[in-house]
């Protein structure tokens, strides 16, 4: 078998599918939350969260009301 066919083997070209060092393949971006005043527990516990800015409205049928 012949080792410099393929692209996995051949060490001196690059294969386009393996990232290298120089590829950056993702960039996190999380925002920063303030503190706020969480619910207290029977409140958090009957909207899911005990952040009044993370309860947000869900919707099962894809956003209709």
């Known amino acids: 078998m012949n080792s410099t066919t393929s ?3 051949d060490k001196t070209k690059p294969c386009p599918a393996t990232p290298s060092a120089t590829v950056q393949l993702a960039i996190a971006t999380v ?13 958090a516990l009957k909207n899911g969260t005990i ?8 919707y099962v ?3 209709e009301a």
């Open 7 to 9: 692209c996995g083997n």
């Open 31 to 43: 925002p920063m939350q303030p503190w706020e005043q969480p619910y207290d527990p029977a409140a």
């Open 51 to 58: 952040f009044p800015s993370l309860n947000l409205p869900f």
């Open 61 to 63: 049928t894809g956003g």
